[in-house]
């Protein structure tokens, strides 16, 4: 059964920054395509960026590109994601996920934005 269990979210100003952790086990991590996605208050889940199972591509959301870097280490079985510049509207939790679509999710870590 495969497990996800996020890390590394905490309080922040705006222009700060954050790394994001997402420890995976039960599953075939370096095979699997993984992603990250995060549901502000009141919002649906937005996905902010996937990774293939090699690390060679990779995706971002128009909304965090250039501020966010997803990256992963295979052989500890986990998953990155880098924030910076954040702003007040990147307040959420955020959750790692396995796969392109669908797929488990870990329990998420928060992540709140402000002065």
């Known amino acids: 059964e495969a497990q996800l269990v996020e890390s590394g979210g905490g309080l922040v100003q705006p222009g700060g920054s954050l790394r994001l952790s997402c420890a995976a086990s039960g599953f075939a991590f370096s095979n699997s395509a993984m992603r990250w996605v995060r549901q502000a208050p009141g919002e649906g889940l937005e996905s902010v960026s996937s990774?293939?199972?090699?690390?060679?591509?990779?995706h971002y959301a128009d909304s965090v590109k250039g501020r966010f870097t997803i990256s992963r280490d295979n052989a500890k079985s986990t998953l990155y994601l880098q924030l910076n510049s954040l702003k007040t509207e990147d307040t959420a939790m955020y959750y790692c996920a396995k796969g392109w679509l669908g797929g488990p999710r870990g329990q998420g870590t928060q992540v709140t934005v402000s002065s």
């Open positions: 990774i293939d199972s090699g690390g060679g591509r990779t």
